[in-house]
């Protein structure tokens, strides 16, 4: 990759000039894999992100810019050819972290190598390269490919290993207990309990990790009709002693650098989100009739969903909240895009106060009218058990799963939500790294280490 000195005053800014993509791939691979070594070898000379000077910086943006112009036209040319390259004509099924380890290995600076990866979650957001855009930039353009893209979702819809490995457990004892969430079958109900008791059940990467095993199971189990999301009683100073549904993403986890594209933000909303809709394939399933298992969900909101807790309300079936309790999304706060919310939320509410809700940070309390768009009972606290109770059972008709299948379709056709996650893969990616959310992290870390501080000269 050549460069060239910027416009008369920027001198400290590089301009960079991209090598031409051959229109053969492995011509366009081997330009590909030449301009990002030159690139990584500029990085290196640079020194740690943390150490660099302003022109520094400014130089080490232009060309990682220039990289990821090339890395987006190199797919937007040969996304298919990629993508079946990758899946051997897609005979196999890859999750997305899979698919994204395969390229690095096949196509090399397509996307970061394990190497880079590591190094990254070893710094804090602020002073990461940013590396996890060069995955949006790839995932974005395998899902803007129909065929493609919808084989992708067809394989997050997958039953994880570790489900296939606890169910024989589960379907034997009728509890399986992880680190995060709890699964029980009392008759035919499975209740979910989210249960990060000193944390108010924000999500972090373990959590999504358990949240699809436990959906898994509950989706594979042949004596579970019905599905309840609830939080459990927590130890967390501010409430403890009781339930609690959610507090959203785990902020101090995402400005510590400890929240992930693709095994949080990207696999939370193809993986176990995405089965509480349409349910999960099988391995082997062969069934005309219908090849995925989906089941009825309820979910009961003690205290507060927040963030991706609201995000969850979204996909259920039937929603009872307590009266004391609220609904929010403060993403744009934070700075990056509540999940597939901006998709769902307008349905559920209508475009005024989904406005409300996502841009402006609006608190939606269950005691106000507006609940009721978001929610189907309210009950005081005391009564939430046997409201749980009839819900479940209402939900055990006989053609409740056939007209809640038509809902979705009708509701969320697929293409549709693959059109939304081609996009998001890339917007979220670049909301991660962008300066407003950076500075946020930088203030958010400042006053940490001040309360910690703090609480030591206590």
Sequence with gaps: ???????????????????????????????????????????????EPAKRSPEQRAEAAA???????????FMDAHAEAVYDELTDRRSRHLRIDELVGEAAVRFPGLVPTPEQLAAERGRAQVHKEGHEIDQGIFLSRVLRSPAAGMHLLDAMMRPTSAALALLPEFTRTSTVRLRSVTVERRGAVAHVTMCREDSLNAEDNQQVDDMETAVDLVLLDPATEVGV?????????????????????NLKELHGGGISLVDFLLRRELGYLHKLIRGVRPEGASDWRRPTVDKPWVAVVDGFAIGGGAQLLFLFDHVIAAADAFVSLPAAQEGIIPGVANFRLTRSVGPRLARQVILEGRRVHASEPAARLLVDEVHEPGALDAAVTASAERLRGTAVLANRRMLNFAEEPVDGFRAYMAEFALQQALRLYDADVLDKVSRFSAASAAKAAAAARD
């Design 229 to 249: 999301l609830r939080g459990g009683v927590m130890t967390h100073p501010r409430h403890r002693g009781r339930r609690v549904f959610s507090a959203g993403i």
């Design 1 to 47: 990759m050549s460069a060239s000195r910027a416009a008369a005053g920027t001198p400290a800014r590089a301009a960079y000039a991209l090598p031409a993509l051959p229109a053969e791939l492995d011509s366009a691979r081997a330009v590909l894999a030449r301009a990002a070594e030159d690139t990584s070898v500029l990085l290196a000379g640079l020194g």
């Design 63 to 73: 060309a990682v810019d220039a990289a990821r112009a090339l890395r987006a036209a």
